[in-house]
């Protein structure tokens, strides 16, 4: 899991653009202590592969953002932990990952919808999706959840990544027939799936060799960044820039 050396989040530090000459300069605020550690941390993690490095640059950052307003700095949270999760992926700490957010969202029905997915997205390739089980039911059940746009695609990926590997058919239903998230097409194909899933029940035992061959593949070296790097940076971009440097400013 290279990075190419070349590529740095220094770039990010001159998002600004130029100004016409007509135009009056305008303040732009100045990013906040966390949201430098942020970048800190990014670069460290794609550009120089210092995991540990990263990971340590997150939680200042994070303890820095203990003395400001709790809806402060979203944006700088969530990317915090999508390069904190990352580096104990890389580290062969992921088992860490689920109780490491925690730590500083408290509850998982509080994680934003990018952290939860990578969390469920990184236990279901390592084979341990029952870790998440619990989280992800919490979090679909809070009703401040149920009105985010990202809602229905994490009810989704419980059932795909968590419910079916399980086994757990009967609430893998009743997830999809009692949720609005799921439009009519939707619930159809899901049913399809549980059904699907139900009939392979019956060969268990059959599938111990395939079983074994998925525990082999399901190492933490052969776990690519769980976002792509140009997909780190535009977060790190949105997290670190106020609105108006994120604007092409035409001549």
Known sequence: MK???ATSAAPLRALGGALRSSEPVRAVPAPSAAALLLEEAADLLVVHLDFGAA???CERAWQGL???PAGASLEVKC???VVGIQALA???RWREVLSWV???YQAPERLPPKVLELCVLLYSKMQEPGAVLDGVRAWLQD???QGLPEYRSLAELHLQRVLLPLGLLSEAEELV?????FGEKQRLDALQAVSAARQQQTHVHSGSEETRTLSQEASPRSLPFLYKLTQIFQRIREAVSPPLCRLPIQH
Do not use: H, I, K
């Open 90 to 92: 890389e580290m062969d």
């Open 102 to 104: 925690l730590q500083y």
């Open 79 to 81: 990317s915090l932990c």
């Open 177 to 181: 027939v009692g949720s609005a998230a």
């Open 3 to 5: 990075s190419d050396p």
């Open 55 to 57: 990971l340590r640059t």
């Open 66 to 68: 203990a003395e400001e």
């Open 143 to 145: 009703p401040d959840n």
